[in-house]
């Protein structure tokens, strides 16, 4: 199926999560927000929240600095 991801297609299977999407990212333990649809998807439902067909996902990456 196809997602957009930071408005860039991305084509993912059937079921895949937003954990699976992180991981397939190569995210996994950076500091990320993400954004379903125009609503925030809490860090504790990645698991649990599946994507569908034409998601919107906005993947915002936290930069330290000083």
Do not use: W
Request: proline content about 3%; aromatic content about 4%; hydrophobic content about 35%.
């Amino acid at each position: 199926m196809q997602i957009f991801v930071n408005g860039e297609p991305k084509t993912v299977a059937e079921g895949t999560t937003a954990q699976q999407l992180v991981e397939q990212l190569e995210l996994t333990g950076k500091r990320i927000a993400m954004e379903r649809n125009q609503s925030i998807v809490p860090r504790s439902q990645y698991a649990q929240t599946e994507l569908r067909e034409g998601d919107r996902i906005e993947i915002i990456h936290a930069v330290g600095g000083g």
